[in-house]
């Protein structure tokens, strides 16, 4: 799946680009009944399908919160991380120290 990265948002600054393909295996999605109440000054909707279908999700005031509706994990090799999973790791790893 395509999923756009909107520009100046947490998603866009881990993935450096504008666009990004990303596994997706199931049909689920964001209720569209549902998406008004995502229109929240404490929420932004970061990346979005080539429908316009919600597949990202942060809350910038949190230090790592962020929402995907698809499979970071699955693009995870040895020696070359997803950058979510990279950046969720750096976040976890400079609490510890």
């Known amino acids: 799946m395509d999923v756009y990265l909107k520009s100046a948002t947490f998603a866009h600054k881990l993935y450096s680009c504008d666009e990004t393909k ?7 999605g964001i ?4 998406k008004q109440h ?3 000054p404490q929420i932004a909707i970061s990346g979005v399908d080539q429908d316009n ?3 990202i999700i942060v809350i910038p005031s ?3 919160f962020l ?3 698809f499979v ?5 090799l040895p020696g070359s991380p997803h950058p979510i999973i990279n950046d ?5 790893c400079s609490k510890l120290t």
């Open 22 to 28: 990303e596994n997706y295996y199931c049909n689920f």
């Open 38 to 40: 995502l229109a929240h």
């Open 31 to 34: 209720n569209p009944e549902f």
């Open 72 to 76: 970071p994990q699955t693009k995870s």
């Open 88 to 92: 969720f790791v750096n976040a976890v």
């Open 62 to 64: 949190n230090k790592f």
């Open 53 to 55: 279908e919600i597949r």
């Open 67 to 69: 929402i995907t509706l």
